[in-house]
């Protein structure tokens, strides 16, 4: 089935480590984004991607960094946890930046720091 | 910049009652809106949207949300709830503006059917 998909599902990390939150889609959507879900908080954009190459930040992206090498993929980086980065991270892609159709969201990794 | 507000932590209604989930919103320009539905360890899934025209939009799995602009608000309707829409409903603007794709969720609703 055509959609996002996100690795690992679930990950316990020490704090001072460092991750790599995976997200493929294959509906050669041009936009991709970086969201964070805390309860009572709703969803936060961490980045996002207009299309291959390009990136930017969005409303909570210290501690973060993301790339875009080309359509598919668009991998999250935590460089060093804390545990204030503990939460459900969602990828999502929509076919263009600028236009009236709706994001698609992958399953989640939900991340715990210790 | 955008916003939502979703007033309500939870709404609790009998199955087959009516069900409404409650959404205001701010934004400079035209807004694009939107409603999501996301069940336990599941990511987000797009219910139904308000770009322009007809103030009452249709969506999936029987929902459907009218569109007022005097209210700033873009209230969730389904006419008669199943135990199965137990689930956490967001509510999402965007400025409908050249340039823009960044969502603004409001903090979500539990939404508890009764059977």
């Known amino acids: 089935t055509a959609g996002i998909t996100q690795a690992p599902t679930s990950q316990i990390l020490a704090a001072g480590r460092s991750m790599t939150l995976r997200c493929t889609q294959d509906?050669?959507?041009?936009?991709m984004y970086w969201y964070r879900q805390d309860l009572g908080l709703g969803l936060r954009l961490i980045h996002y991607?207009?299309?291959?190459?390009?990136?930017g930040k969005g409303e909570v992206p210290d501690g973060y960094s993301v790339s875009r090498a080309n359509t598919d993929d668009f991998p999250l980086t935590l460089a060093s946890a804390v545990p204030s980065q503990t939460s459900v991270y969602f990828c999502?892609?929509?076919?263009?930046?600028?236009?009236?159709?709706?994001?698609?969201f992958g399953d989640g990794t939900r991340l715990s720091i210790l | 910049a955008q916003s939502v507000a979703q007033p309500e932590d939870q709404v609790n209604v009998a199955e087959g009652n009516p069900l409404t989930v409650k959404c205001t919103y701010s934004?400079?320009?035209?807004?694009?809106l939107f409603w999501y539905v996301q069940y336990p360890n599941r990511g987000l899934q797009f219910l139904l949207k308000?770009?322009?025209?007809?103030?009452l939009v249709k969506g999936s799995y029987g929902f459907e949300a009218e569109f007022n602009k005097s209210q700033t608000s873009f209230h969730l309707k389904k006419p008669s709830a199943l135990v199965s829409d137990s689930a956490l409903y967001f509510c999402?603007?965007?400025?409908?503006?050249?340039?823009?794709?960044?969502?603004?969720f409001g903090k979500g609703n539990q939404v508890v059917v009764i059977p």
């Open positions: 999502a892609s929509s076919p263009y930046w600028d236009g009236d159709q709706p994001q698609h």
């Open positions: 934004v400079s320009g035209n807004p694009y």
């Open positions: 991607s207009n299309t291959a190459g390009t990136t």
């Open positions: 509906m050669r959507h041009n936009a």
């Open positions: 999402a603007v965007r400025d409908g503006g050249y340039g823009n794709n960044r969502l603004a």
């Open positions: 308000y770009i322009t025209g007809d103030n």
